[in-house]
């Protein structure tokens, strides 16, 4: 195991200790990279989209078609992480999956969680208030009609296991990541947050999913480590897919 000290001539011609600071490497994607993976992204999106349009006019079991769609997709970005980590030689730690302590982050996590909330619950007074509607219908109501263990545990593998890590290491492991190199984190998390609640199509809700998107930006950069982001992600999926369950069961 190399030291960190090395040692120098002084002024006197006698050797002294000089500290050498180690130097990590930012591994990050240049700008085409950059703009296949986000093009990869919308063509998943787009073909899966497609697919379940077609299938839905000739097959009538909508929530068997959007099971299939929610996991698909999420293969999907899977196969386009080991695609490009292969193709760069990057480790698993090269895109944010570093060991931190997450049981000090808890209280700073559930502090987040409940701000989040927060603005959640601002956002639909708001939207009431102005007497924008909701949709009638959207993926969590058709995933959980008719509650069963079957789909609770479906829907909790989905949303609260497989969507917040593969989820976390595209949007935050490679894309901010990427982007916080060029514009800084700021900039990085805006532009990051924007394109991850702009593509769940749902425009009503792009609001609350874009401030998620900044706290999980935010936790990313805080502690240069998925985990914190991923125990968020799953923490919010995991209520939300509960409280739906309740409510339409």
């Known amino acids: 195991m190399l030291s960190p000290r090395i040692w120098r001539k002084g002024v006197l011609g006698m050797d ?67 695609f490009l980590k292969r193709v760069r030689h990057w480790t698993w730690a090269d895109l944010g999956w570093r060991r ?80 916080k190199s060029y514009f800084g984190p700021g900039t990085a998390a805006v532009l990051s947050a924007a394109l991850f609640s702009g593509l769940h199509l749902q425009l009503v809700g792009f609001i609350p999913r874009f401030v998620l998107g900044l706290m999980l930006a935010y936790l990313y950069s805080k502690n240069r480590s998925l985990y914190p982001s991923m125990v968020f992600h799953s923490l919010n999926n995991l209520v939300a897919t509960l409280l739906m369950a309740g409510i339409t069961g």
Not at 46 to 57: I, M, P, Q
């Open 16 to 82: 002294e200790p000089e500290t050498v600071v180690p130097v990590v490497r930012v591994r990050r994607l240049g700008w085409r990279d950059l703009g296949i993976v986000i093009l990869g992204i919308i063509v998943i999106y787009a073909v899966l989209g497609g697919l379940t349009f077609w299938l839905s006019a000739r097959w009538k079991n909508e929530q068997v078609l959007v099971y299939a769609n929610g996991f698909a997709t999420q293969a999907s970005f899977l196969g386009l992480i080991c």
């Open 100 to 179: 931190v302590a997450v049981k000090p982050l808890l209280g700073r996590i559930v502090g987040l969680y409940i701000f989040a909330w927060v603005i959640n619950v601002a956002y639909a007074v708001v939207i009431y208030k102005y007497g924008i509607s909701l949709p009638k219908k959207d993926v969590y109501t058709v995933l959980l009609t008719h509650v069963s263990a079957l789909t609770l545990l479906l829907n909790v593998l989905l949303a609260a296991v497989l969507a917040p890590m593969i989820e976390e290491t595209l949007f935050r492991g490679i894309i901010f990541s990427s982007l």
